[in-house]
């Protein structure tokens, strides 16, 4: 496998602080994959890490309210950005460490 790019950070961001990065821009009206990908992006720009891995799991209210009415329906999307180490079977840990919602095998 290629080496990691040399990006180096030693910044640390609180988890009060990703809440607000991610509230910040689900205030606006858009597609939960497109909402992954910028948080990831905003992240990446300034944090300046390695590689990045963001997760949403989100509650539809048009799920839970109109149409379907799934109370407990609950939709992840992920994205990576820059290196993460290649692992055998790392894609599925991902998945199980935030507890993917569907439990299916990605």
């Known amino acids: 496998p290629p080496p990691p790019p040399p990006r180096r950070s030693r910044k ?22 497109r909402l992954t990908q910028q948080i990831a992006e905003s992240l ?6 390695r590689g990045i891995r963001v997760v949403l799991e989100c509650t539809h209210m048009c799920m839970s309210m109109r149409g379907v009415q799934q109370p407990r329906a609950v939709t992840a999307t992920r994205t990576e950005l820059g290196w993460l180490p290649p692992e055998p079977g790392a894609y599925n840990r991902g998945w199980e460490q935030v507890g993917c919602p569907c439990g299916a095998r990605h």
Do not use: D, T, Y
Not at 44 to 49: F, G, I, T
């Open 44 to 49: 990446w720009k300034v944090l300046q890490p």
């Open 12 to 33: 640390v961001v609180g988890l009060s602080k990703l809440a607000r990065v991610a509230n910040a821009f689900a205030r606006r009206l858009q597609i939960q994959e």
